[in-house]
């Protein structure tokens, strides 16, 4: 049974540093072997790449660019009469993921329009994201990248965003048909929405492209205090032989460096040398 592998998300850790080369060093110093992050756009790839081969780190993730942030934006690829947009963010997400040789993108689905009913609008928006997401796995398997569709809780994140429960996103999977476009479990997303964690695991696993950590309610490192028994989920995903990488995307209580002990732990008790745990 092998020990799973952690990446560091560094638009929420190392926020102590101001800028993405700086986390991607700090990252390696604490011991991580690969990093994520939500949008890397205001920085050129090739800066990105410099610093990412310098720390020595994999980049294993990065967002579709969200759109027109101060107008309401959080992704494109359900949003109605934004097809064109959603592919330029597309193309640009790929060139940055070429540059770093990043093999996972998460197409963003963006938000219910304001004032609209969810409901109401819920045929339509399904229908424009199975589209675009046909659309990214053709582009992207040109490439060798996984396409991820990520359900985000509406309930204390965001009321409006459309992709909110694990059922959801199989259903619209299945739609769509296609063997590189798979599911992203933030399980801070998932316990809040519907809970029955141990079940959605076994049930939606094989559709699982990656994973994300953060404790429930507050958001922090998974060993707060909170809803979640991290032991239990991490041996869950050990006996099911998880091989992918475990974002963690968590906002940390104090310091980030005070607030990884649970990883040192797990490392400590899966192997003496930390960082074979991340190749």
């Known amino acids: 049974m092998a020990p799973l592998k952690f990446c560091a998300n560094i638009s929420w850790l190392f926020t102590e540093l101001p800028d993405f080369s700086r986390r ?85 689905a963006g938000r219910v329009p304001v004032g609209a009913d969810r409901t109401a609008v ?8 199975v589209q675009n997401l046909s659309y990214a796995a053709d582009v992207l398997s040109k490439e060798g990248i996984i396409g991820l569709i990520e359900p ?20 619209i999977l299945e739609k769509v048909g296609k063997p590189n476009i798979k599911l992203q479990m933030d399980i801070f997303h998932w316990q809040i929405m519907d809970g029955n964690l141990t079940q959605n695991i076994h049930k939606y696993f094989p559709m699982i492209g990656h994973i994300q950590i953060a404790q429930v309610p507050g958001r922090n490192e998974p060993d707060s205090a909170g809803e ?7 041996n869950t995903l050990e006996n099911l032989n998880y091989q992918g990488y475990i974002g963690c995307e968590y906002k940390p209580q104090g310091s980030t460096q005070q607030g990884l002990g649970w990883i040192k732990d797990y490392w400590t008790h899966n192997t003496h040398k930390p960082g074979h745990l991340n190749h």
């Open 122 to 129: 819920a045929k339509e928006m399904e229908a424009v994201f």
């Open 24 to 108: 991607m060093s700090a990252a390696a110093q604490a011991g991580f072997q690969a990093v994520e992050a939500a949008w890397l756009y205001d920085t050129e790839p090739p800066e990105l790449r410099r610093a990412a081969r310098a720390a020595g780190v994999e980049v294993v993730l990065i967002n579709t660019p969200p759109g027109d942030v101060e107008a309401g934006d959080l992704g494109l690829g359900a949003v109605p009469g934004r097809e064109s947009e959603f592919r330029q963010g597309l193309e640009m997400a790929v060139k940055y993921a070429n540059s770093l040789d990043c093999k996972r993108i998460h197409l963003m």
């Open 152 to 171: 985000i809780n509406t309930r204390i994140t965001d009321p409006r965003y459309f992709l909110d429960s694990p059922h959801q996103a199989a259903g």
């Open 228 to 234: 979640l028994n991290y032991s239990y989920l991490f």
